[in-house]
């Protein structure tokens, strides 16, 4: 981080800040309170000082429909696992979804191939009303699994929106995955219905994913119906499934049909999540309906400042906790964009294409991606019209420096650049952005209203301006209820609790700024440690990020005579070549901008960077490559093939 930054790169403009929802939810706390705060660290730490009061004004500002008030809104608080949230409360989920009707646009959805169609709020509910009519039908119940082998159209939100109206639980994956990954997932949870489609469009290229889809049915004894969404071919043949039916059939079997939505305790099971699942079998983290519910319409309408006005659009599949949170918009009245295919097909600019057609407010996306579209050259602020867009979410991996500098830079000036991060264990995020606050280079805005964040050294104590585990002091209603299969929770202890009993640590090493704001260093897990120096992986990636020779790369830790030496894989532009000029390069940038013990004692050039269907970079399966160690689930893998380089160099021999 250049600390010799002194001006922010983007401020607030006070009637931004006066406009705001977090400025009406302070009001409304002077109001009703009596409670004045002058400046965000204020709010927060009453927030996390009084959260069973901040998370009752948080229910009543975002107007959450229950038929049953709550008795407690916080029982246990000093137990973390334990806390118990909003007892006695009565809601549903897909309730708080739909509660908008009218002929406003809910949906508008494109695919790769130029595909349109859009779905408004009245629309939206009739379908679910039908599809949940037909879950019923099929006997799901509340508690049961309705599973989604699906991509980031309306039929999936439809088909997530019924189960959850019923009070059963959705689970989802992307139609990349591979049998074998899908099965690491959804045959633990034993889903009675199972939502697929016939296809997808992916760079250029039309996926036929029936006969996955077939293999699934045949190996999950749970699954009693199929339900087939046609995407890439108008009729499809079902008659080889046994017993399915076309997602419109099913629907139209129920036209007409009431909505009832189950009304569930806060704590009832909404979502099973995955774990990335490369270092074994996937754990399935199981996310209440209330606890998702409270906190992303906190996070939507405080921090990202969502308004029913707005068009929100997160570039994310439906085996990413990004699309559980971005459908959440609903809740808030917002029109949702969704897209599904590469991002960079037929050209580089095309998601930004999208974000002008759509007169996208709200536009979401992976730092992966910011970084690839700055080295591919484009500069939207010349040849886009982004008029609407006043925000830009970015998550998946820290933001660099660079980035950040690239977006203010090339696509605009006005814009609040929030990078956020948390992550599938919470289906939600322990620091983001905020209306009110500036945005300082590398640096995340600010720590989440009701999360009671600190950064603690390896002694347990809380440091600023100081490396260290992030950890969350007091519990928050959105922590997973539990694991699937994890009937002691032993593994939910382990994951989480382990390090410091009764703090939950998150696996993430980071630093508070002097501004209040937040740096990620990478994950605790892929930490390297030369000489007994910490250092995030992160903090590499962000100098490397700078040289434009480079299109992506990946660093570990490698054994090496009694200590750890860095190791850094680089991806190069097409015809370069890693001479010692470049390697030169690259260790002078790292040095200058860090410290010698960043500098990698080798680096390596290979073709690709192996990561997670999410996008996420696996340093501890190249770790375990690179030392002859077995790389445990390579199913949860985009790209499993890309490992094989990395097996047995003779560079690393040396």
Not at 321 to 350: C, H, I, Q, R
Not at 411 to 418: G, R, T
Request: hydrophobic fraction near 40%; aromatic fraction near 10%.
């Amino acid at each position: 981080m250049n600390n010799n930054r002194t001006q922010p790169l983007w401020q607030p403009s006070l009637e931004r800040i006066k406009a705001s929802n977090l400025n009406r939810f302070a009001e409304r706390l002077e109001r009703k309170l009596g409670k004045r705060f002058d400046d965000y660290e204020s709010l927060h730490a009453w927030s996390c000082e009084a959260p069973d009061i901040f998370w009752a004004q948080i229910w009543q500002f975002t107007e959450i429909r229950s038929s049953r008030q709550w008795d407690a809104v916080l029982s246990d608080a000093d137990e973390f696992p334990g806390a118990r949230w909003f007892e006695g409360a009565r809601l549903n989920f897909a309730e708080n979804l739909l509660r908008h009707r009218s002929d406003k646009l809910a949906l508008i959805a494109r695919l790769e191939n130029g595909a349109r169609k859009s779905l408004t709020y009245n629309e939206l509910f009739d379908q679910v009303s039908e599809c949940a009519a037909g879950l019923r039908q099929l006997g799901v119940v509340s508690g049961d699994r309705v599973a989604g082998f699906m991509p980031n159209i309306p039929e999936t939100i439809v088909a997530m929106l019924a189960t959850a109206s019923v009070g059963a639980i959705w689970s989802s994956c992307s139609p990349d995955f591979g049998i074998n990954g899908v099965m690491d997932r959804f045959g633990q949870i034993e889903p009675k219905v199972l939502f697929g489609c016939d296809g997808y469009f992916y760079n250029g290229k039309t996926i036929d994913t029936l006969p996955r889809l077939k293999a699934i049915c045949s190996k999950i004894e749970s699954i009693e119906q199929l339900v087939v969404v046609p995407v890439i071919q108008g009729a499809v043949a079902i008659d080889g499934f046994g017993n399915a039916v076309l997602f419109h059939d099913f629907l139209s079997a129920h036209r007409g049909a009431a909505l009832f939505c189950e009304q569930l305790p806060f704590n009832h099971p909404l979502y099973i999540m995955y774990s990335s699942g490369t270092t074994g079998a996937p754990k399935c983290i199981v996310h209440s309906a209330g606890g998702t519910l409270i906190q992303h319409l906190k996070e939507h309408q405080l921090h990202v400042d969502l308004k029913p006005s707005d068009r929100l659009f997160y570039f994310t599949t439906c085996g990413w906790m990004m699309w559980n949170w971005l459908v959440s918009g609903l809740a808030s009245g917002a029109t949702l964009v969704l897209y599904d295919g590469s991002p960079f097909y037929p050209e580089a600019k095309s998601l930004i294409d999208l974000v002008e057609a759509e007169q996208v407010s709200i536009f979401g996306t992976s730092a992966k991606y910011l970084s690839a579209l700055e080295k591919a050259g484009v500069n939207p602020n010349k040849t886009h019209d982004l008029a609407q867009l006043r925000t830009l979410l970015s998550t998946g991996s820290p933001l660099s420096q660079e980035s950040f500098r690239y977006v203010y830079r090339d696509i605009k000036a006005d814009l609040c650049l929030a990078s956020i991060s948390g992550g599938t264990d919470i289906i939600a995020c322990f620091v983001l952005g905020n209306p009110w606050l500036p945005v300082w280079e590398g640096e995340i805005q600010c720590r989440g209203l009701g999360m009671a964040v600190e950064i603690w050294d390896d002694q347990g104590r809380a440091v600023r301006q100081q490396k260290g585990e992030l950890v969350c002091i007091k519990p928050f209603p959105n922590a997973p209820i539990y694991f699937w299969g994890d009937p002691h929770h032993k593994k939910y202890r382990a994951a989480y609790f382990e390090t410091y009993p009764g703090i939950w640590a998150q696996g993430d090493y980071g630093e508070i700024t002097a501004n209040e704001g937040m740096i990620i260093h990478g994950r605790s897990d892929a930490v390297l440690n030369p000489g007994g120096v910490r250092i995030g992986t992160a903090e590499i990636y962000r100098q490397v990020e700078k040289l434009s020779e480079v299109l992506d790369s990946i660093c570990i830790g490698q054994n090496w005579e009694g200590d750890v030496r860095v190791v850094l894989f680089v991806v190069l532009r097409a015809g370069l070549a890693l001479d010692e000029a470049l390697q030169a390069r690259i260790r002078s940038t790292i040095r200058r901008e860090t410290t010698p013990r960043h500098v990698p004692a080798k680096i390596i050039a290979v073709t690709d960077v192996p990561r997670t269907i999410s996008g996420k970079i696996v340093e501890l399966a190249v770790r375990n490559v690179v030392h002859g160690e077995a790389v445990m689930n390579t199913d949860a893998l985009a790209n499993p093939e890309a490992l094989a380089q990395f097996k047995d160099l003779t560079e690393l021999a040396i």
